[in-house]
């Protein structure tokens, strides 16, 4: 009995010490305070560098169509290439955006600087995962464009961008001269399984990538490209664009 008991106190302590060394030393993890603050954005930039934004998508018909406009609807005024590439979908994913291509073409809505392509994605080849071999020929395809890109902004198929997401997002990036810069979307938490499951996922992730530590530029290059490969959105610049679809 003394024994348990002695073993119950020893796991009690070692739990309250980590805990203790989490919220003293850890780098207030548990603090959401990193945002792109909508008074950040200026007035205006020297310069609008071109943007190649690249979603991979399979089997997305559901959600492709809301994520694409609120693309075609930022408010960016440089140059912007749109291209989805379609990883061997069967449900009409591809139709559907290019029917929103034929249509973007047709209007003057959108800054004419704006574009909108498919790519049919090629057969997976051994050794690379599906996601990063559409990443791989999204950014390959952006580098072969007619006029230079400075920025690739990664993003996944079901998200829906706040009109001014680009243009805060590469003002960061310009005004504080970085190589990469990633946001984290705002996860939809809705049903009961949502509710219990997606606060703690938050939780555990900031746990091993604190926020502001991520940010700070001190802290090892690598441990910060983990965290923004984590997130759903990611603008880098053309010359690091090939860091997160290396072969596995």
């Known amino acids: 009995m003394n024994t348990l008991v002695n073993v119950a106190i020893a796991l009690t302590t070692l739990s309250f010490s980590i805990w203790v060394l989490l919220l003293l030393l850890w780098g207030n993890f548990w603090r959401c305070d990193q945002r792109l603050d909508e008074q950040s954005l ?9 943007v190649a934004i690249i979603i991979p998508a399979r089997n997305e018909a559901e959600v492709i169509g809301q994520s694409v406009r609120s693309l075609l609807n930022q408010t960016y005024p440089g140059p912007l290439s749109i291209l989805l590439v379609d990883d061997q979908s069967n449900d009409g994913t591809d139709a559907i955006v290019r029917a929103m ?12 600087q704006h574009s909108l392509d498919v790519l049919l994605g090629q057969p997976l080849p051994a050794g690379w995962t599906g996601k990063l071999w559409a990443l791989k020929q999204g950014i390959a395809q952006a580098q072969s464009l007619p006029e230079p890109i400075d920025y690739i902004l990664l993003t996944d198929a079901d998200i829906a961008h706040d009109p001014q997401n680009l243009e805060r997002l590469v003002a960061k990036a310009e005004l ?5 810069a990633s946001l984290m979307v705002q996860l939809r938490c809705e049903s009961a399984w949502e509710k219990l499951l997606i606060p703690a996922f938050i939780f555990f992730f900031q746990k091993l990538y604190p926020f502001g530590w991520v940010n700070q530029r001190r802290r090892k290059p690598q441990r910060r490209q ?5 997130c759903d959105r990611a603008c880098s610049r053309r010359s690091a664009a090939s860091i997160p679809c290396a072969k596995p």
């Open 101 to 112: 291509a034929r249509e973007n073409q047709n209007q003057n809505q959108q800054p004419p």
């Open 176 to 180: 504080e001269a970085l190589d990469m």
């Open 226 to 230: 983990e965290a923004a490969f984590w």
């Open 42 to 50: 200026p007035e205006n930039l020297d310069r609008y560098p071109a």
